[in-house]
């Protein structure tokens, strides 16, 4: 998604309904999924988690808040959908959409890299590469 800019009449890229801070693509990314959190939410999707408290449970223990906000920011930028699954208290669960899963060769590289470069990582499970 993009706007004119008002300088060159060329299109400006927009992250999540504002305007990003870079024509960079790396940069644009970043802007959605480059904090500490963001990929670890989608690595949980992608490994079949669907739930806030599936999501809290994870090793890597996100704050409950950030989560919430880490959860909205991935639906405002289209990667994932959230669905009521339960009215009171109301609580959804979350899926992937199609640009969150064209995300996964990314985590599966990332992957890779890690446990290749660092030790004492641990090797996900076949399941994810697929």
């Known amino acids: 998604m993009s706007?004119?800019?008002?300088?060159?009449?060329?299109?400006?890229?927009?992250?999540?309904?504002?305007?990003?801070r870079s024509p960079c693509p790396i940069a644009?990314?970043?802007?959605?999924v480059g904090d500490k959190w963001t990929l670890?939410?989608?690595r949980d999707l992608m490994t079949g988690k669907e739930r806030f408290n599936q999501f809290a449970g994870s090793?890597?223990?996100?704050?409950?808040?950030?989560?919430s906000e880490r959860l909205?920011?991935?639906e405002a930028a289209g990667l994932i959908t959230r669905e009521a699954y339960q009215q009171r208290p109301k609580r959804y669960?979350?899926?992937l959409t199609e640009a969150g899963r064209?995300?996964?060769p990314i985590l599966v590289a990332m992957c890779h890299w890690g446990n290749d470069h660092i030790e004492g990582t641990w090797r996900p499970p076949a399941s994810f590469y697929e």
């Open 3 to 20: 706007t004119k800019d008002g300088k060159s009449g060329q299109a400006a890229p927009t992250v999540q309904g504002g305007l990003a």
């Open 28 to 32: 644009s990314t970043l802007d959605i």
């Open 40 to 42: 670890i939410v989608l």
């Open 59 to 67: 090793p890597e223990r996100i704050p409950t808040n950030l989560l």
């Open 72 to 74: 909205g920011r991935l």
């Open 93 to 95: 669960g979350y899926h």
């Open 102 to 104: 064209a995300f996964k």
